[in-house]
């Protein structure tokens, strides 16, 4: 079946950018999406791409997609600490009903 | 409006003891999601349903049921505890499938621990 994998643990200090990378094993995928899960809560759509586009950046957000490599990263300008979180990517292929999620990446930031 | 409810927020339960993950949301959305997450292991897909009547197996459906006999309502059931389904249960619903730029709406989810 479809397999996403991510790192478990990323650290950056406040203001630096942070580049949180994912690769998934499908390559029927059509949408890839970042979510956001902060403690204690349920995960929050924070962008996504279409599998024909290369890039999308949306304010601090810069979402890059190599789909020869099957290789998805997700680049936070400016981190600050309400950045910190857990990071998941996500993708689905075309006529699916669901989304495979990656082990998910804990962002922490430091002062 | 409210999203996506579960209920109750965390519970304990003895091995062998059943219980009722609630999830109701208000959006109208024909695709509900059962998750669990546990650490290091991202979220497996235990139960899935696209409208009311119509449910699907996920990743990891072994130990649990559902049922969808409303479009506001999907809940999961454990009938026999057991400490391997001590994890963190979200619920999740979106209007349109995954093949879609229309995200997931997730709860808050409920902290379940067996002992």
Redesign the interface.
């Known amino acids: 079946?479809e397999d996403?994998e991510?790192s478990?643990f990323l650290s950056v200090r406040e203001g630096d950018s942070s580049v949180i990378n994912c690769t998934y094993t499908d390559s029927s995928s059509?949408?890839l999406?970042w979510y956001k899960q902060e403690p204690?809560?349920?995960?929050?759509?924070l962008t996504?791409i279409?599998s024909n586009m290369d890039m999308k950046q949306d304010q601090r957000l810069t979402v890059l997609l190599n789909k020869k490599d099957k290789h998805l990263s997700l680049r936070i300008a400016d981190t600050q600490t309400g950045d910190s979180a857990i990071y998941?990517c996500a993708e689905?292929?075309?006529?699916?009903?669901?989304?495979t999620?990656?082990?998910?990446t804990q962002l922490k930031v430091e002062l | 409006n409210a999203g996506v409810t579960q209920t109750p927020k965390f519970r304990i339960l003895k091995i062998g003891q059943s219980m009722t993950l609630q999830c109701t949301q208000d959006m109208n959305h024909n695709y509900m999601y059962w998750y669990r997450q546990d650490p290091g292991m991202g979220l497996k897909l235990i139960y899935y349903s696209v409208g009311a009547g119509i449910t699907d197996k996920g990743e990891v459906p072994n130990g649990y049921n559902v049922s969808r006999s409303t479009t506001e309502d999907f809940p999961l059931r454990l009938e026999l505890a057991a400490p391997s389904q001590t994890s963190v249960y979200f619920c999740a619903s979106t209007a349109n499938g995954g093949d879609s730029n229309q995200p997931q709406h997730f709860g808050d989810g409920t902290r379940l621990s067996i002992l």
Do not use: D, P
């Open positions: 079946g996403v991510q478990l059509t949408y999406y204690g809560a349920g995960l929050q759509l996504y279409f998941f689905t292929s075309r006529g699916g009903n669901k989304l999620f990656g082990t998910g």
